[in-house]
């Protein structure tokens, strides 16, 4: 089924709020209805105050039996009236659709804003791989105005042009149809102009946001890893990447602006070209005696004032295009199908206690059909409370196949089951909740210790938060900070060091009291005391859960229930410590070399 254009598709955020949008509309109607007026009074006042002519027969008819309009200065004073209040009713109206437009887009970008986060985070691991940081913030950060540009720049300012047209060219082609059609000539033109226009528009205004979206993830990228460039004095380097990338911005934006001016001038000589055409045609025939002095300052009123309307078209014309191309970059996230969802018949079992299997797993990154094999026919059945720990060669497939536990992935073919029930219908809230998870690079999120701690569980209490930061042999240093447990961690962390932001991502898993455990490298960054220290804990921590490590320290995992070795994405021996030892493969071999070394 083919999807709807994407105006059409933006629209539909603005059509959910119906009553608001139609109220703005009225509103400025009624200020465009305050501007139409404008001219009609001096023309009553320059016929039929400074002439003789009768009034219109409009205006008698409204008249009525009354003689009042009989009396020059009194159809003076209500001229003069009728024109100061279409003066204070266009400037009022004006600001109140200023104010009432800012408040209901801001709600629209609100809206969108939310959506589009809400389905970022939906977005898998994967995802994040093809896209960069930065151009994902300057989409939901900027891109999400064209919603607001839709409403600001299109609706309203269209829907008012186009209202201010047809009852500016009814009262013209009352006075004189002719004149009023050569005025309406305009439209066609202005049509062929955006025909011509549309799309280097819509190509400038792409490569413009593509550079805009590149030029932001290399910057966020750089000040991420400012420590490092700085520590190999690499900033001239960096420096003449930050300028390719400002001058390639440059460029876009240059060519996008002179496109974009193009059309608007052309727009503008037009309407400014038909004007003078007016003029004149419209000067002959007053010459003439076809229309009076008034009828033709009503004209040249209008046809000043035909240029705002016009002019807002084709701004809104060009605007559209701008917007088409920004929310081309929303829509593509928005209708990204790269997440791991839950099925329509997914439930949440009761409880989890951890009895895991592999069955027959193969799982490659991109797609089955293009991708390779990260691993391979992985068959492993841990019991409920048993820790397992995975060793292997780096680029074995360690770290892809504890990810396939949280549902990072699913697997390319095969199973995975907890407690008998395929990880596909375990609802994933419900699943991820019964994981903890310790990183081999702990991310700490710009909050406190204490908040970091109970990210897990957002309802401990401080003794709860304590206990685990002291299972994790962190309580010590972290009482030892000017703020204790309140002590606000930098937004790179750089305020702690790397055992210590271990250890406080260790005591975050701990908290979360998950019936399954997942430490990634959980103590490389710990001195051997401290690491034993942990694993001592560890063990205390773990006599409940089903546990998986990963560590390259195989001194620590000695007591481990069952260790596996991979290679290649393939499982080649398993057993226990003694075991392996004892078969004299490749994990003897590995353990053997770092007793020596």
Not at 304 to 327: D, E, H, K
Not at 393 to 402: F, Q
Not at 436 to 449: N, S
Not at 526 to 555: C, G, M, P, W, Y
Request: positive net charge; glycine residues 6%; contains cysteine.
């Amino acid at each position: 089924m083919k999807k709807p254009s994407l105006l059409l598709r933006l629209l539909r955020y603005v059509v959910s709020y119906k009553l608001k949008l139609s109220g703005l509309i009225l509103i400025a109607l009624v200020g465009v209805g305050f501007e139409v007026l404008k001219p009609l009074p001096v023309k009553i006042i320059i016929d039929s105050v400074l002439s003789s002519k009768p009034l219109p027969p409009l205006l008698i008819g409204l008249a009525g039996q009354s003689i009042w309009w009989a009396d020059k200065g009194a159809l003076l004073v209500g001229c003069l009236a009728v024109m100061a209040v279409s003066a204070a009713g266009s400037a009022l109206f004006a600001f109140w659709v200023t104010s009432f437009m800012a408040g209901f887009c801001q709600r629209l970008v609100t809206d969108l804003s939310i959506e589009l986060y809400h389905k970022l985070q939906q977005l898998s691991v994967t995802f994040y791989f093809k896209n960069k940081i930065g151009d994902l913030l300057q989409r939901l950060s900027s891109d999400v105005f064209v919603v607001y540009y839709l409403v600001a720049q299109i609706i309203v300012p269209a829907t008012s042009s186009l209202l201010s047209l047809g009852a500016m060219f009814y009262i013209m082609a009352c006075i004189n149809l002719e004149l009023a059609l050569v005025a309406l000539s305009v439209v066609p033109l202005l049509v062929i102009a955006l025909v011509v226009f549309t799309k280097p528009m819509e190509t400038t205004t792409d490569k413009q946001y593509q550079s805009f979206g590149n030029l932001s993830a290399f910057v966020q990228q750089s000040l991420a890893s400012m420590r490092v460039i700085q520590a190999f004095a690499r900033e001239s380097l960096m420096q003449k990447k930050m300028e390719t990338h400002v001058m390639e911005y440059n460029r876009a934006f240059l060519k996008a602006t002179q496109v974009s001016a193009g059309y608007n001038q052309l727009s503008a000589l037009i309407t400014g070209l038909v004007a003078v055409i007016v003029v004149g045609f419209g000067a002959h025939q007053g010459m003439n005696g076809v229309i009076s002095a008034g009828d033709l300052f009503v004209f040249l009123g209008y046809i000043t004032a035909l240029y705002g309307p016009v002019n807002s078209l084709s701004i809104a014309i060009g605007t559209s295009v701008v917007i088409s191309s920004r929310s081309k970059r929303l829509f593509d996230i928005l209708d990204s199908e790269e997440f791991v969802n839950d099925k329509p018949s997914s439930t949440a079992p009761a409880r989890l206690s951890g009895n895991i299997s592999f069955e027959n797993v193969d799982f490659g990154y991109g797609l089955r059909t293009s991708g390779k094999l990260t691993l391979r026919n992985i068959n492993l059945h841990v019991p409920a409370g048993k820790t397992v720990a995975i060793v292997g060669p780096t680029g074995a497939g360690k770290s892809s196949l504890i990810s396939l536990l949280s549902r990072f992935y699913d697997p390319w073919s095969g199973r995975i089951t907890i407690d008998g029930h395929d990880l596909r219908t375990i609802p994933l809230g419900f699943l991820r909740e019964n994981v903890a998870l310790v990183l081999q690079d702990p991310f700490l999120f710009p909050m406190t210790i204490s908040e970091n701690i109970a990210f897990g569980k957002p309802d401990a209490t401080p003794d709860e938060i304590r206990k685990a930061a002291q299972a994790a042999q962190a309580h010590d240093f972290i009482k030892k900070l000017p703020l204790g447990y309140d002590t606000p961690i930098t937004e790179t962390g750089t305020s702690l060091s790397g055992g210590e932001k271990q250890r406080i991502s260790l005591a975050r898993a701990f908290l979360k009291q998950a019936p399954i455990l997942i430490l990634d490298e959980p103590t490389s960054a710990l001195d051997a005391l401290t690491e034993a220290q942990v694993f001592a804990a560890l063990n205390k921590v773990a006599s409940e859960k089903t546990v998986f490590i990963i560590t390259h320290r195989l001194s620590a995992i000695k007591h481990a229930d069952l260790i596996i070795t991979l290679q290649d994405g393939a499982v080649v021996e398993s057993g226990t410590h003694q075991n392996l030892l004892a078969m004299g493969n490749t994990y003897a071999e590995m353990y053997n070399h770092q007793q020596i070394a």
